[in-house]
């Protein structure tokens, strides 16, 4: 969801995520998605907000984890992470009803009782919007506010796309920032709708990126 502009490079690679890593990749996600305005909507609470966005994100990272490959970072040699994703593979992206009423309590704890509602509002209005044609799909991207705009979010971004053009299977992701549209076009990515949030809250942005478009 969140992206930057280009600047000079720091020097990295691009690996799965180690599990020990989990509280690392949240707090680097809830730093990139500071100013987001989806993420605003759901925690408007601002004392509170950074506490329950990691939260949030090592919730999906539990969600993400049983599928190999699925979270992904780029990090220096000595352990920083610069940038990190989370993918689902084509078929993987639902987590089985069993599994998802067991996170009912953990949701709970993210929200709280109040913000069950509007997360909700978000899960109905993604779920109605995704695509049914099979995908590799992007809930999230981010990039640590210190590297934004080095290049940095896109190379991990391009490490999965190169595959997808290998397997000739598409991508697809919402954005939920207009600015980092043009982000994600130049990624091969094209918007095909508009996504509105129920009361009031912000608009999202489906993009679509076809096997190949990245190629030049």
Not at 59 to 73: C, E, I, S, T
Not at 175 to 199: C, H, K, Q, W
């Amino acid at each position: 969801m969140n992206a930057g502009t280009e600047r000079p490079a720091a020097v990295y690679g691009i690996r799965c995520a180690r599990r020990a890593e989990s509280g690392a990749v949240s707090a680097l996600l809830a730093l990139a998605f500071a100013d987001d305005a989806v993420m605003a909507w759901m925690f408007p609470d601002r004392g509170s907000r950074a506490r329950r966005t990691a939260r949030f994100f090592e919730l999906l990272q539990r969600r993400q984890r049983p599928r190999a490959g699925a979270v992904r970072v780029a990090a220096t040699g000595g352990g920083q992470l610069l940038a990190a994703a989370l993918w689902s593979g084509p078929g993987r992206r639902q987590p089985g009803a069993a599994r998802e009423l067991a996170t009912v309590p953990r949701y709970a704890y993210v929200f709280g009782a109040r913000g069950l509602s509007r997360a909700a509002g978000v899960q109905n209005a993604l779920e109605e919007a995704h695509p049914d044609t099979p995908h590799w799909y992007l809930p999230t991207l981010g990039t640590d506010p210190a590297f934004q705009g080095t290049g940095v979010g896109s190379a991990l971004v391009r490490e999965q796309l190169a595959r997808c053009d290998r397997l000739g299977q598409p991508a697809y992701l919402e954005s939920s920032m207009a600015s980092n549209i043009p982000f994600y076009e130049g990624l091969g990515f094209r918007v095909t709708g508009e996504i509105r949030l129920p009361d009031g809250g912000p608009n999202l942005w489906p993009m679509w990126r076809e096997a190949g478009r990245g190629r030049r």
